[in-house]
């Protein structure tokens, strides 16, 4: 049966913060009748945009949203709100203009802050800048909100795996291996655990990467337990998420092929929102897939995804950087060409 607006149910599982706020079954249907006579009642809009985004469906939150935006015009978070979804359908302008809206209303809106906000270190390592650049943001702008009274571990924990994944899908992991065996330090600690499922397959490839198998296995068992005590259909919603965890696993143990095979040939990271991560952090993923491929041998495959990919995505640098490495490996002259093509879009990150 196909879905509809009508099938939005919440499948979360793991004590998540974010989860537990909206930890009331919403029924999409029933809370556009309600939006009806109540259509300023945006705490119940985004207790269920939390839902649609664990469930990956931006085009839900988005209806949402815009059914009370009339209503609320005056209200920055509303447009905060409206730009989220926008960013997480691709469309980038409406997003950016929905954002600036609000920052028009009320300069500190900080869900408007959060939908403009620059990522530096993307920005390093896409423009090849150099790695003290991404050092000190690590240092300063990651790792330093530990130091906080109200900082919150696993968020920052999150952020610093995300990057450090990046750094060792590009090979520019070894100057960073002093601060990923602190926060391997962190991530044993089981407190960190179970919190939410993106964090988890982070935290299952340092480990693994670290040598720390018994933790890890212990992590992936935990997982697998939660999701065994789903009913049927919430356990095929969650498979991709195990899926993903177990594939994670094996790349930082370095069993690529199988890592590979668990993901299937046909890997799509972006429809593995329900591990609660955004466009943006997924991306990391479809990079080690792309990285396996290679480091297995299969450039022909690699090439065919990455040319796809590229036609939605050319302004990436990395992409250009990883066909032309597939190019270089059957010996193809194309090679040349992505290599500068991607000189050309790093330079444009500084200008």
Known sequence: MAETESDLTLIGAWPSPFVLRARIALNVKNLQYLLK????DLASVKRAQVIC??????DLSLNLIQQVQPQNQEQSYVYGMLAFPLLELGRMEEAEKAAKKALEINKQDSWAQHNLKWNPSLCYLEGHSPIQNILEVYDQRIWKELEKTDAAHPEVYLNS????????VRGEIDVFEDRLKILTSCITDQRNWFLELHLDVLILWALAHAGEFSK???LLKGLKSRV???NNKKQQLMQKGLSLSEAMYEYGRGNEEQALELLGPDFDA???????ASDEQLDVFIEVWYSML????????????????????EGVPFLWRLLERAYSMIGSKEAT???????VLESKYFK
Do not use: C, V
Request: aromatic share 8%.
């Open 37 to 40: 006579d109540f259509p300023r």
């Open 53 to 58: 985004f664990y469930m990956g469906r931006p």
């Open 161 to 168: 795996l995300g990057l450090l994944l990046r750094l060792y």
């Open 216 to 218: 890890a296995e212990d």
């Open 228 to 230: 065994a005590k789903m």
């Open 270 to 276: 972006k429809s593995y929102k329900i591990i609660g």
């Open 294 to 313: 290679l480091n297995t041998g299969q450039a022909t495959k690699a090439i065919e995804a990455l040319e796809k990919s590229i036609k939605k995505r």
């Open 337 to 343: 060409i992505a290599g500068e093509k991607a000189k």
